[in-house]
């Protein structure tokens, strides 16, 4: 079948987050099923794209087609800066929607499915389903739209519904409207023949008033059209063997560079460069979604129990001040770098004992992915797709991946990260949990043909 995807942000041309790793492994994977995918994607002006070209190409041959526009995407942020989010947001990402379909036509590309990715594709459905909806063009073309994040939808003050550039009248609770604004997402999930996000955890919790951020309503309407698909991991990018920002490699046949790193780790933060201190490393945004306030409040208890802390990333100033003053109490323990830096990142993962992801909700999650394929074992709260990728490791039958807590407080956590110390100390039950961690595998292929369900599903005559 023909695939157009339409996204915001592709990797390795321009990323924020892991909505940039999905749209930039999944098409190859389609590819490699059969399909003729394309890729439509802003130019952004620090895209990485080299050679310079507005086509180029990933995989074997899944071309990408990038959507230039000077005032709009010529800036160095993708969706703001320090100020916050840019004021015309809705403008931009509703020229992305209109010209990708513009573009269909230019290059003839007739698409079975349009694959849309969260709020800013979000209008794509709707225009199919109206502008477009007696184009012949389109006759055959069914939309699909996953949601990464339901937390962030696209909402705008009701007054510039007409910027939309949409056919009728929209704004109404079975549309646009949401409690007086316009809601893009909102509208998506309504009009997109299938409605997908990086879970299947995740898929049950978005329609439910806990996590639904307002829109649980519509989701359980469509709940017959809602499938959650585990996002995948690229094997080949995220290689200890062969990873060009770690200071030493290493693979589950050679261990020694694992524990070089975590020397090297360790004295990069000027903590003690031993092998027998429990080491605990956090890379993600500094937000309450990925549990900052909950890691602050346990941060006393986890450092009584001998372990040394790692963290990095950059957010909300109140949390940089927040963990300042807790390396400011431990500095012998705690090791900041407050910084985006991917070198880093790296090397937490491969320096690490344990990778701490407390966060309060979680779609999918690379993290644990990334740290068990680095031997850095998972230490989660349960919740979205942390649920469905570690499963708490139960010493006596030796199965499980990692350590899990199931209730969301200081208490819980700080026993998951005593537990964790606890099987450190024991050689041989570690040795068993770091070999279990390399061997782990969430494939990109198996996620492929899940959307490939999906698609055929949207695509097959209902009786």
Same mark, same amino acid.
């Given at each position: 079948m023909n695939i157009a995807l339409i996204a915001s942000e592709v990797v390795p041309f321009a990323k924020t987050g892991g909505l940039a790793d999905v749209c930039g492994a999944l098409p190859p994977a389609l590819e490699k099923l059969g399909h003729?995918?394309?890729?439509?994607?802003?130019?952004?002006?620090?895209?990485?794209? *080299?050679?310079?070209?507005?086509?180029?190409?990933?995989?074997?041959?899944?071309?990408?087609?990038?959507?230039?526009?000077?005032?709009f995407f010529g800036r160095e942020g993708l969706y703001g800066d320090q100020a916050g989010d840019y004021r015309d947001n809705l403008e931009r990402f509703t020229f992305l929607s209109h010209t990708s379909l513009k573009l269909l036509k230019e290059i003839r590309f007739r698409p079975d499915i349009v694959h849309c990715h969260d709020w800013h594709t979000a209008l794509v459905?709707?225009?199919?389903?109206?502008?477009?909806?007696a184009d012949p063009f389109f006759k055959n073309t069914k939309s699909i739209l996953t949601v990464h994040n339901l937390a962030y939808q696209g909402v705008?003050? /009701?007054?510039?519904?007409? /910027?939309?550039?949409?056919d009728g009248h929209l704004f109404h609770t079975q549309g646009l409207e949401f409690y007086n604004q316009i809601n893009i997402l909102k509208g998506g999930?309504?009009?997109?023949?299938?409605?997908?996000?990086?879970?299947?955890?995740?898929?049950?919790?978005?329609?439910?008033?806990k996590f639904g951020c307002g829109l649980d309503g519509v989701l359980r309407n469509r709940v017959t059209d809602v499938y959650g698909i585990l996002n995948g991991l690229d094997y080949e990018a995220w290689n200890p063997k062969d990873d060009p920002l770690l200071e030493h490699a290493y693979s589950s046949a050679e261990l020694?560079?694992?524990?070089?790193?975590?020397?090297?780790?360790?004295?990069a933060l000027r903590l003690e460069q031993n092998l027998k201190i429990p080491l605990v490393g956090f890379v993600a945004r500094l937000c309450h979604q990925k549990g900052v306030d909950l890691l602050v409040q346990a941060m006393d208890e986890i450092v009584?129990?001998?372990?040394?802390?790692?963290?990095t990333g950059t957010g909300e100033r109140r949390y940089h001040r927040m963990l300042e003053d807790c390396a400011h109490r431990y500095p012998d323990q705690l090791g900041l770098y407050l910084k985006f830096?991917?070198?880093?990142?790296?090397?937490?993962?491969?320096?690490?004992?344990?990778?701490?992801?407390?966060?309060?909700?979680?779609?999918?999650?690379?993290?644990?992915?990334?740290?068990?394929?680095?031997?850095?074992?998972?230490?989660?709260?349960?919740?979205?797709?942390?649920?469905?990728?570690?499963?708490?490791?139960?010493?006596?039958?030796?199965t499980g991946n990692g350590f899990v807590f199931i209730e969301y407080n200081r208490t819980a956590l700080v026993r998951a990260v005593q537990e964790a110390v606890r099987?450190?100390?024991?050689?041989?039950?570690?040795?068993?949990?770091?070999?279990?961690?390399?061997?782990?595998?969430?494939?990109?292929?198996? *996620?492929?043909?899940?959307?490939?369900?999906?698609?055929?599903?949207?695509?097959?005559?209902?009786?």
């Open positions: 003729e995918v394309i890729i439509i994607t802003p130019r952004y002006k620090n895209s990485k794209i *080299s050679p310079p070209s507005p086509i180029v190409r990933i995989g074997e041959n899944v071309r990408v087609y990038f959507i230039e526009h000077a005032h459905p709707i225009l199919l389903k109206t502008k477009y909806q705008f003050p /009701k007054e510039q519904y007409s /910027k939309l550039g949409l999930l309504i009009f997109a023949d299938a409605i997908t996000t990086v879970s299947p955890q995740y898929a049950k919790e978005i329609q439910s008033s020694q560079g694992k524990y070089d790193n975590k020397i090297a780790l360790q004295g009584r129990t001998g372990t040394q802390v790692v963290i830096d991917e070198v880093f990142a790296h090397r937490v993962y491969a320096g690490s004992d344990f990778f701490l992801m407390p966060s309060e909700y979680e779609p999918c999650g690379l993290g644990q992915m990334i740290a068990l394929r680095y031997g850095s074992i998972p230490i989660v709260y349960k919740t979205g797709g942390l649920a469905d990728t570690i499963r708490l490791y139960d010493p006596i039958h030796q099987i450190f100390k024991n050689k041989e039950q570690m040795d068993f949990l770091l070999a279990q961690a390399l061997r782990q595998r969430f494939s990109w292929d198996k *996620s492929a043909r899940e959307y490939q369900k999906v698609f055929n599903k949207c695509l097959t005559p209902s009786s």
